[in-house]
T-cell receptor
Framework: AQSVSQHNHHVILSEAASLELGCNYS??????LFWYVQYPGQHLQLLLK??????LVKGIKGFEAEFIKSKFSFNLRKPSVQWSDTAEYFC???????????FGKGTRLHILP | DGGITQSPKYLFRKEGQNVTLSCEQN?????MYWYRQDPGQGLRLIYY???????QKGDIAEGYSVSREKKESFPLTVTSAQKNPTAFYLC???????????FGQGTRLTVV
């Protein structure tokens, strides 16, 4: 079955630390890839997306992600996190231009001031 | 303002009762989705619809039903057959089936 895996369920970092959150998917065909963020008490919102082209995509708030097709991965990165990055992060995948988007289980990120 | 409106924000029901959650969008999006969010489970797809009068089951459709009579509306009914209905329900829409989704603020349903 098609699936999306986020390896880190809960991450705790200090401010200014670098961040990398893993995301892998189980599908060998064409994919559209997304990272969403849910700040406490707020809507889910899109951080960044990849459809085609340059596999390194930049999103809002200094986040970026790299699509590595050979590894079926789309890891999220940020060079220096801030306390305001405390949130839950979800990787999502649309497989083979299908008509649905599948989400991972999420990673809860806690930044220590 | 354009967006997706879910109502109500909090909903309480007695066990055995059906309940309908509202989702309206004024973004002129073709596709709409219902997800259920539980702690540690991420978002699980309940139902989705690409066009009016058409919808498909997601991964956890049992105990739920939907309708898509209008482009802007996609209500979700949680029936008494749903064994564990207490959860946070999220509605989303997208321009087409494989583009990014925009989410509503969610409805927290508690069944007692």
């Amino acid at each position: 079955a098609q699936s999306v895996s986020q390896h880190n369920h809960h991450v705790i970092l200090s401010e200014a630390a670098s961040l990398e959150l893993g995301c892998n998917y189980s599908y060998g065909g064409t994919v559209n890839l997304f990272w969403y963020v849910q700040y406490p008490g707020q809507h889910l919102q899109l951080l960044l997306k990849y459809f085609s082209g340059d596999p390194l995509v930049k999103g809002i708030k200094g986040f970026e992600a790299e699509f590595i097709k050979s590894k079926f991965s789309f890891n999220l990165r940020k060079p220096s996190v801030q306390w305001s990055d405390t949130a839950e992060y979800f990787c999502a995948v649309n497989m083979n231009r299908d008509d649905k988007i599948i989400f991972g289980k999420g990673t809860r990120l806690h930044i220590l001031p | 303002d354009g967006g997706i409106t879910q109502s109500p924000k909090y909903l309480f029901r007695k066990e055995g009762q059906n309940v309908t959650l509202s989702c309206e969008q004024n973004l002129n999006h073709d596709a709409m989705y219902w997800y259920r969010q539980d702690p540690g489970q991420g978002l699980r797809l309940i139902y989705y619809s690409q066009i009016v009068n058409d919808f498909q089951k997601g991964d956890i459709a049992e105990g739920y039903s939907v309708s898509r009579e209008k482009k802007e509306s996609f209500p979700l009914t949680v029936t008494s057959a749903q064994k564990n209905p207490t959860a946070f329900y999220l509605c989303a829409s997208s321009i087409s089936a494989n583009t990014e989704a925009f989410f509503g603020q969610g409805t927290r349903l508690t069944v007692v």
